[in-house]
């Protein structure tokens, strides 16, 4: 940490600084400018942080300048990580992608929903039995039901379950289903659940809440990976910004940025994160240009069926594309698609 | 809703759209134009919603005319509400002050704490047990002993105590403690505990989520006036911007404009809007100045030694000038203070 | 300024950032920590800037501590400034309003939205000749025309006169008009623009871009005052956030920020920012509660005949509301009412 | 335009909107529903908004559902457009590269950029004589020495150049040596230069403003065409968000959404809006991958010598990547890289 003395700060205003942060444990150095004072901190940030420095008379500012996280991040752990989903990889070196219906709605329109996503390329199914919604009118899903559907459903097809947990109370029960539990945007700073799918012994997908940063995301990952838990998987989808064209402004920045900060895989969300079916394509190939380690899409058999979000789901008539691009585009960043664990003689419809 | 149909859309496009709005039991009037056919539609949005007019073909634009929340709203109930919090109103003709430590550290620092609050004007004591951090290295707070802590210094103040709970797993423990329940702002979303806080027979505290458009935060009012409990108070605590010189930017707009759609009280945070001391008093003046119902200040009786967020909190020096502000503004706006419960006859230290 | 070497930086890239620190005429701290090594800077930030600090080889971060301007910041001229307009001052100890029609559109519109000035408490009147539109096809002013107009009221009225200027090539032609010459949000970085009115020897209103963050706006003020005018008011009129149910997001917070950081008088528009007539009188009183210098009022005799802007406009029926409020708050925070400069004797329809 | 009355509006209120739209040449649609009237409004948009239907009794809404620019929509010219700068195209089919220092310093600096722009598959070069800062004592650009050099390392090159314009005084010298016209971010709603750049005779860069919606973006185009200048380039540069890992957020959306709107030419700058030197290869990729129809890049010799944004700049080592990448990614897109004009026979580095 760096503290910056104010202008008219005197020297008994930084020698209590320095005195406090002695008294703590850590080391104080003074830099004297003709205008202002710097005192650098060495030693451990939390005890700093308890001392309230920015409180103290004769301080103008308290810059904090290492990351809060710690397991998750790669200054701990160089090397990217790999991320195992009911034995599907992801990580680098690979495209993983993940897609299905935004809500599991029956049997039949989730295996239909689970054919297309093979199709699309896909190596694991989602699908949401629980909705988190704005309004209380809005569909909210078929809870457990909707659970026994997608269970039934990987084992017709083969493809491991990724679904959305959203109350601590039901996180054992939903782990009871799924290969993988998702805590959705508005529920990235839900500290119990964070907490809760950090001991469940399943791989979490963690998606980026909407008004988030970076360095935010990476601490609730640093909630679960406290528990034990570091099978997570990063997931960008659109941040909220004052642009209305779109439901959300798609960060692909955010990408490499959370690679370089953090040793987890990270993919992206084009279907929600700009919320329009035409854009679904082009922000798929955006986002493996910019080098996301998978992809999750929406699909669904009938869009203008769909009991939630049906304005971005794929039709199966624009299938084809999305296999097209994740079968030639990956080789071009030395990446291939990972193909459905069980019928990896299989390809794509795109090849 | 209003369908706006595109450029080239057909007469058969737009005979889809009337087709289908006839079908779920709606009507819908045809509005054709020269370069544009827009298509009003009456009936239930929740049927409308249902039928995907996005995706039909050309269809370019489907706009929601009707706001996703009733109970709370003002069209339903015209009357502005008075909310009482162990006998404390909160609502219009009013001015109530929450205050108390951001965090409850000991039953000293919160008795002390509560002193300054009844000093500064409070009618109500704020205190966290469970304090939701963004990293899982900062103090999480004391837990249950917190809440009995809050209990004692309830009863050797009279102050009724305001706290947040974030787990619905817990809202019956702290809801036996607690006279209010607040949900934190990272919270706001986190749909099973609005539905847990709804159920559980307190009055709410709903702060507004630090990215929450006004109708998102209304609607998720509205999840807990579902469950029956309509004795909720909006706190706004100011929203995320690009400006960085305060921690959050206050919107001050929002509280007129909520008092409008909602006939719930508003409330104005001045203490984690800012996130500056040398803010409080001066967004405390403008929080009674744009009409607010009350304030929520953080105060403690050693801002450097608090464990959370003391950069914020107000020395017992500041308390003075609050005390001048809540009793000489009020009557201006048609206000009075409210004055502690069991202590009427005593006035705040500004009188 | 702060350097902040990596965690894997070498002594010789410590070396390096002294060595270039030093050749530029600089002196250099080192503050060496287990995880990270600070290097603190004293001299010139212009000097540090022009060595790239941020590119060289194991160099994290750099970090500014001192504003980017000088001429208009309180470290270098403590006493906040009282600014003189034909006579009218703005600052500290007063409240001066500014009102009058968002677009000058005849001779009979003005003279009657002047005498609404008046009457709201107004000493300065406002009118725009030249009107900066999103859209080419939107009213754009009567321009040289609409300056006369303003002459003829100002004659007949005596309130001196504020004005925008849009065109580096039209400042002097506006200037021979205006006694104030405003800069609109849209132009507050267009520094060609800043330098024109900073050798134009009237006082200038420079009103915050809608997204320019606090430090930005004092560095626009910057650049009129390096032309040798530090006659300037900064007006606060809203920033662009994500809300939507207001225009702009009025950010209160940033008048007692500014006030800070720079001696000019600070003013709110509370007309702009909300772009809703129904927010003008709550925002007006906070705007003076949170501690403004003044007030910028659109008022109009016929708001639905406005060619610009007419859902903001104060119609004559809610005049006499803002006439209570600045005549009665004021004296609360140590103001008075400035009063129209030929008219003392006069006072304001609320009084 | 769709007017949405408000619950409790009396038929003579609808009336009332209806007479004035008909008295304006336009018609008006009633659609009248249980608790909502809506009118369809059908004629000029531009005749309704002098009508400030929002300020009559009874409205609760005026929503705008046609798009304020006609030129440059796809609406009025369905086919995408190709703008040719001194021969080279910028258009669908093609992936066009510019590229250059982000400031000239001297021929020698400008000259060895030129030459590491072509490595990079570069055919056209940009770089900037006038240097619109935040503070004005940051560099400012050389000025009309500047352009000289542009043009004597053109005539040493053979590369057309493309440099900034900032005061509508100097459009006609900048022009007589440029071959592209930029507007900044910063001067995007500067309409007195926009309507001197449309009448000046050369094609124009249009920079996004960094918190201008995309509608706004074309609407300041519209200003340019309205001159009767047509070869317009929009450049997406990144908006302004909360988040601060980079300096600003690529919109990667904004591509199609405005290539769906508008015929012109979309390109991104990758240096500019992440301004950060390690994401512009990834954002290059990105860039491609979403379909722009170029790309603007900064590079310069020696970064850490640049006197502006030298921390985005590519060095030489930097360069062969993007070679390849603009070479092997665009036949995936059904694109080729646009080679430089005299050169056609040479090929860039990476092939």
């Not at 444990?25 to 939390?46: K, M, N, P």
């Not at 990351?67 to 790999?82: A, G, N, Q, Y």
């Not at 805590?183 to 791989?203: E, H, T």
Request: net charge negative; hydrophobic share 45%; with cysteine.
């Amino acid at each position: 940490m760096v503290v910056v003395m104010a202008p008219g700060a005197t020297p008994a205003d930084v020698e209590a600084v320095v005195y406090l942060v002695q008294s703590a444990g850590g080391q104080a150095f003074v830099s004297r400018g003709l205008s202002r004072t710097i005192v650098g901190l060495v030693g451990d940030v939390a005890d700093f942080e308890a001392l309230n420095l920015g409180s103290l008379p004769g301080v103008l500012q308290v810059i904090r300048v290492s990351v809060p996280f710690k397991l998750v991040s790669r200054e701990h752990h160089p090397d990217r990580s790999v991320i195992r989903v009911g034995g599907v990889p992801i990580g680098p070196g690979t495209l993983t992608v993940i897609a299905g219906p935004c809500a599991v709605e029956s049997y039949e329109q989730t295996l239909e929903a689970a054919r297309l996503a093979r199709s699309a390329g896909a190596a694991l199914l989602r699908g949401g039995a629980f909705k988190p919604r704005t309004s209380p009118y809005s569909y909210q899903g078929l809870g457990e039901e909707g659970l026994r559907i997608l269970a039934a459903v990987r084992a017709e097809t083969g493809l491991p379950v990724v679904t959305e947990v959203i109350d601590p109370g039901s996180v054992g029960m939903v782990a009871s289903y799924a290969d993988m539990l998702q805590i959705g945007a508005r529920n990235m700073q839900n500290f119990a659940l964070l907490q809760a799918v950090g001991s469940a012994g399943k791989p979490v997908l963690l998606k980026r809440g909407f008004s988030a940063t970076i360095e935010e995301w990476l601490s609730a990952a640093e909630y679960i990976a406290q528990r034990g838990n570091l099978d997570i998987v990063l997931c960008e989808r659109g941040i909220r910004t004052f642009e209305t064209a779109t439901r959300n402004t798609l960060d692909i920045s955010a990408v490499p940025v959370a690679q370089r900060l953090s040793h987890l895989p990270v993919i992206v969300d084009p279907s929600h994160s700009g919320g329009r079916r035409d854009l679904v394509v082009p922000l798929t190939r955006a986002a493996i240009g910019v080098g996301a380690d998978g992809l999750m899409i929406d699909v669904h058999p009938e869009p203008k069926m769909a009991l939630c979000d049906g304005d971005q789901a794929l039709p199966e008539s624009d299938i084809r594309e999305i296999a097209d691009i994740v079968v030639s585009m990956p080789p071009l960043l030395g990446r291939s698609l990972t193909l459905p664990a069980e019928a990896a003689g299989q390809v794509p419809a795109g090849v």
